[in-house]
């Protein structure tokens, strides 16, 4: 059996204080572009996971989390292209800043149950039932 080389990304759910979650829609330049995901990026070598999400939000949002606000929530599974992806979700609640989008198109807050008819990558769309029940 042939081995396929892993990605792992991490993700944050950015929960506000009327427990809204924020997107960002991906770039055009992007591969699946104009898929609203969960902000977040690549897991570095040598990196921890908590590591790369904190650094990943301050490079797409401007803006800087604690890595003891970031709660593991669940992962995600999928294949994409020749490599396969790993997805780590963490919740977080509290940040300092204000996100803004520097890597993405645009940025909007929705409720979990409002998630289910927009257009995801596979990976983050299994993800919205889970926190519909932890929201």
Do not use: N
Not at 3 to 25: E, F, N
Not at 63 to 72: E, M
Not at 92 to 117: F, H, I, K, V, Y
């Amino acid at each position: 059996m042939e081995k396929i080389p892993t990605l792992t990304v991490v993700a944050a759910a950015l929960v506000d204080a009327s427990g809204r979650i924020l997107l960002q829609k991906r770039s055009a330049h992007r591969q699946m572009a104009g898929l609203w995901e969960f902000p977040g990026g690549k897991v570095e070598d040598g990196e921890r996971p908590e590591q790369a999400l904190v650094r990943e939000l301050e490079e797409e949002l401007g803006i800087f989390c604690d890595p003891s606000h970031l709660s593991p929530v669940t992962f995600a599974s999928a294949d994409v292209g020749p490599r396969h992806l790993l997805l780590l979700l963490y919740v977080c609640r509290e940040w300092r800043g204000t996100p803004e989008p520097r890597d993405a198109e645009a940025l909007q807050w929705l409720q979990p149950r409002d998630m289910s008819g927009i257009e995801m990558p596979p990976a983050d769309k299994p993800l919205i039932p889970i926190l519909e029940a932890l929201i």
